[in-house]
């Protein structure tokens, strides 16, 4: 492990403008462990974008969405001066950009490529402001060592190219340059553009400190570590000092927007520790998530994930017979569908998905329904919310009166615990669930 080597990502509102940027660029000044910056788009672009990908829209409304890509750039470019280097660079991604955006049907390839200029455009303009600080720093194209396989919109990294590529291309800069690059996007083998999903840049930048074998990455995000449960639902909401590494992933898993779900998987195979801290508090502390399991057992956090799919799959084969899950299972496979929750009984499945709004193709497709409803009657039950209670040794005992008491005001429609001793979860429906979070920290976490 390269014992120095810090990897800092800063999220959207982070690099909304300049000085948001300033500021960020302050703590890597401040930092000298910092050498590789992995940077979002800034706040609002990969919305833009995300309209841009879409078809049937009139063509007034795709040059408002470019303008206002546009628009959020020349904003910061009005306080920053652009290198030479940097400007032939910028001034080819915004003209690539006006090119794509001219197309109005876009294969799921192009559809990623679109995505990516949001990181692409950002990642310049930061590394000016970082130049401006007297910072020794270089953009980089993370495309050239994130690599990845070709499923356009949520690509699965290959973890030793991109090591490989990393140790080649990337390692060498480092001790003379603190290099800024791009989260969410990647390569595939054919050098074509490539997304990890939305929200992926947290992702990126655990996958490049796994990589070089940093010793840490910090998360800077607008808020000041990971909390109890969301501040602007709970008013006594409390920040985590500390969590261990399953406790984050089940928090980041259910719905704690501050961390990416996927980025504890290379952090935690590397041993890496992971800081989640506000860039506008740099100095207020944070979340420190770290291999080592606490001891103490209890509920630390609730949270929510809303827009939730109920998928049950019901037929008589499955009845003492063997093979119907595997069936279903492949056939989510090959869609690419991930899977949260899992309840049986003897004839039936229930299983839930994701159904974010602003993915930029649907979880679950119409052809993915149709393979299934061929050996089984297939239901899907809409607006519902992921409620988790994450924690240590979580058990349902019968001298947990409180848990119960609180639990029984609800209607539930899915309960799921067992597999995991770090969360109970259940689905309730969306107008209900944020009274039900508030309800379950007001009485099991708050403080008197």
């Not at 910028?90 to 001219?102: D, G, I, R, S, V």
């Not at 930048?205 to 607008?222: F, G, M, Q």
Request: hydrophobic residues 45%; proline residues 2%.
């Amino acid at each position: 492990m390269n014992s120095n080597i810090v990897v800092a990502k800063f999220g959207g509102t982070s690099v909304a403008d300049f000085d948001a940027m300033l500021r960020c660029a302050q703590i890597i000044h401040d930092d000298n462990n910092v050498r590789v910056v992995a940077v979002s788009a800034s706040a609002g672009v990969t919305n833009h974008l995300v309209n841009l990908t879409q078809a049937g829209h009139s063509e007034s409304d795709r040059q408002q969405w470019v303008d206002a890509v546009i628009a959020i750039q020349d904003n910061i470019l009005a306080k920053l001066s652009l290198d030479a280097d940097l400007a032939q660079g910028f001034e080819q991604t915004l003209n690539e950009f006006k090119q794509l955006a001219a197309m109005h049907a876009l294969s799921k390839q192009q559809c990623d490529e679109m995505l990516s200029f949001g990181e692409r455009l950002s990642s310049f303009l930061f590394t000016q402001v970082l130049r401006q600080l007297g910072v020794k720093a270089e953009r980089f194209d993370v495309r050239k060592v994130l690599k990845t396989n070709s499923s356009f919109g949520k690509a699965v990294p290959d973890i030793l190219a991109t090591r490989e590529a990393a140790t080649e291309l990337l390692l060498p800069i480092l001790e003379e340059h603190v290099v800024v690059t791009q989260g969410f996007i990647g390569s595939d083998s054919f050098g074509q553009t490539t997304t990890l999903g939305r929200g992926g840049s947290d992702y990126s930048a655990a996958l490049l400190a796994e990589a070089i074998s940093a010793v840490s990455v910090h998360i800077w995000t607008d808020v000041v570590g990971i909390f109890s449960t969301d501040p602007r639902l709970c008013a006594k909401a409390t920040p985590i000092a500390r969590l261990s590494f399953d406790e984050a992933a089940e928090m980041a898993t259910f719905g704690a927007k501050v961390l990416h779900p996927a980025t504890i998987l290379p952090a935690s195979r590397a041993g890496i520790s992971v800081f989640v801290g506000s860039s506008r508090e740099p100095h207020a502390g944070g979340t420190w998530i770290e291999k080592e399991k606490r001891n103490e057992p209890g509920i630390r956090a609730v949270t929510q994930r809303k827009n939730q799919l109920l998928l049950t799959l019901k037929s008589p084969e499955m009845l003492l017979a063997s093979g119907f899950l595997a069936r279903v299972f492949g056939i989510l496979s090959s869609y690419n569908i991930s899977v949260d929750l899992v309840t049986t009984s003897e004839i039936s499945v229930a299983l839930t998905l994701d159904n974010a709004p602003n993915a930029s193709r649907p979880e679950l497709e119409q052809a993915c329904l149709d393979e299934l409803s061929q050996f089984c009657h297939v239901t899907v039950e809409n607006n519902l919310t992921l409620v988790a209670l994450i924690g240590s040794e979580i058990q349902l005992r019968h001298d947990d009166s409180n848990l119960m008491r609180v639990l029984s005001d609800f209607n539930i429609r899915l309960i799921c615990h067992g597999a995991s001793k770090h969360n109970l979860c259940f689905l309730v429906e969306q107008n209900q669930s944020d009274s039900v979070v508030q309800a379950i920290h007001e009485h099991l976490l708050e403080v008197a």
